[in-house]
Structures are given as C-alpha cells and as structure tokens.
C-alpha cells in the first residue's frame, strides 16, 4: 500500500492545478487593475471638476492657484515624483495622491462656505497639495500599470498572447473608465448646480473623494507583495538614492533641449 500511495504521489501530473492557479489569479488581476482604475479615475475626477471652478468661484484668487497648482506639478514631476513612487511603492504612492485630492476638494469647499477669510492660506495649501499629488498620480499609476501587465502576462495560460496585447487591453480599460468617469461627473455637477445649490455639488465631491481614497486603500492590491514581481522594499531605498535622481534630473534638464523647450511652454501654461 504504501509502495502504491508512493507511485501515485510521484505520478502525480500537477500542471493541472498549476494551470488552474494562474487562471485564478489572472482573473483576480485582471479584476484588481480595473477597480484600482475605477477608483483612481473617481478621485482624479473631483479634482478635475473642483479646479475647472477655481477661477468662477474665486475670482483672482483662483487663478493665482491655479498658477500655484501647474507649478507645484511642474517642479514635483521634475524633482521628486519618481524617487517619491519609488521609496513608497505603487499603491502606498497612489495613497498619497488620493489624499492629495481629498485636501483639494476640503480646502475649495472650505475656503468659500466655511472660512471665507481664509480663503487664501487654503487655496494656496490646496493648490500646492494638489499639483503636487497629480505629480505623484501620474507617475504611480503608470508604474502600476506597467506592473499589472506584467503579472497578468506571467499568469496567463495562452501563450499565443503576447504583452503587448495585454497592455493595449488594460489600456483600453483604463481610457474608457477615466474618461468616462471624468466626463459623467462634470455632467453630475452640472445638474445638481442647475437645480441646486453648488454648496450641494462641493459637499458631494469632497465626500466621494474621501470615501474613493479609503475604498483605495482597503480594496486595491499591493502588487509588490507579488511574487512575480520583484519588490523594491523601501527601508532598502536611502535617501542618497533620491538625492542622486535629483541630480540626474537636474542634469537631463540642462543637457537636453526638448526638456527645456517644453517645460517653457509647460510653465506659461
């Protein structure tokens, strides 16, 4: 019996099971990139929507945040964004970004209906807080991006797929619920401004903002705690590592003429 039980376990074929792991988990990655879109998209979207009324219901003060905002981007885009993502990691990056969003949409609202004669220290906090998250946004949710079609591709049975396929999927996936998103909450607000007071409209976005950015942090995975991707712990990165991508940033500034350029444009903008 035991002989029997032995050349059974040794015959034993497991690339069924294997198989049926990794189709597990390609389809719970699959399902994560499209909540973690689905939630990123909703934050992003109230902050859209508070900025396009900076300038309406803040007259001056509006666009000198606004001028605040593009350049706290600029500069963190520039400076910090990457070694920001990279000591975070992608969803701990993501976090603060979220937050960022939330502080914007709490400050609009506050500066206007709550303390209007600290309407200025708030927008300028907010504008700051905000072109600084978006920064971080951007570049976290493409490392994430990237990190999610690696994974579906490692776990994925068909092998006449190839990455690229992958990544014009989730592509697909991402341009349609950010967009889609971004454009049915301005029609929201819209609406509830035409029959209702904008007071409504901003109580309404700064909560949906906060509850996106906890549902974030309790629902999106970690995908550096998966095995397929190597992780990049941060107690591992040192601060002379961000020190030294500064540097270089400032080096590839001076060095090229397309950066330069651009970032003329960016900051007239």
């Given at each position: ?11 034993y074929?497991l690339s069924?099971?294997?198989s049926?792991n ?5 389809i719970l990655?699959r ?12 934050n ?5 929507l ?11 003060s509006g666009?000198?945040?606004l ?14 964004s990457k070694?920001i ?5 992608c969803?701990?990056?993501?976090t603060?970004?979220h937050i960022?969003?939330?502080l ?5 609202y506050l ?8 309407a ?6 907010g504008?700051i807080s905000?072109?600084f998250s978006v920064a ?5 949710q493409?490392?994430?991006?990237s990190?999610s ?7 994925s049975?068909?092998?006449t797929l190839d ?14 619920i950010?967009l889609g998103l ?11 401004s ?9 109580t309404?976005v700064?909560?949906v903002a ?6 974030g942090?309790?629902?999106?995975d970690?995908?550096?705690?998966d095995?397929?991707?190597p ?7 040192k601060?002379?590592?961000?020190i030294?991508h ?8 001076m060095?090229?003429s ?8 960016f900051m007239a903008?």
């Amino acid at each position: 019996q035991h002989e029997y039980n032995q050349d059974v376990y040794l015959n034993y074929d497991l690339s069924n099971d294997i198989s049926t792991n990794n189709n597990k988990k390609n389809i719970l990655l699959r399902y994560n990139f499209i909540l973690f879109t689905i939630i990123t998209s909703i934050n992003r979207a109230c902050d859209n929507l508070v900025i396009s009324y900076y300038t309406a219901m803040l007259g001056v003060s509006g666009s000198l945040g606004l001028g605040i905002l593009f350049i706290s981007q600029a500069l963190t885009s520039l400076l910090l964004s990457k070694a920001i993502t990279k000591y975070f990691g992608c969803k701990n990056s993501l976090t603060i970004s979220h937050i960022g969003f939330t502080l914007i949409c709490l400050c609009f609202y506050l500066s206007i209906y709550v303390f209007p004669l600290f309407a200025w220290p708030l927008i300028t906090f907010g504008s700051i807080s905000g072109g600084f998250s978006v920064a971080i946004w951007w570049t976290a949710q493409s490392e994430y991006y990237s990190r999610s079609c690696d994974n579906i591709y490692d776990t994925s049975d068909d092998k006449t797929l190839d990455i690229n396929s992958i990544r014009s999927d989730l592509a697909s996936y991402w341009t349609i619920i950010y967009l889609g998103l971004d454009m049915s909450l301005k029609l929201l607000g819209t609406v509830v401004s035409y029959y209702h007071t904008s007071r409504l409209l901003f109580t309404i976005v700064a909560a949906v903002a906060a509850l996106a950015t906890i549902a974030g942090i309790q629902l999106i995975d970690d995908l550096e705690d998966d095995t397929y991707i190597p992780s990049t712990a941060s107690s591992k990165i040192k601060i002379s590592d961000s020190i030294r991508h500064v540097q270089a940033t400032f080096f590839f500034y001076m060095t090229d003429s397309r950066i330069q350029l651009i970032s003329i444009f960016f900051m007239a903008y």
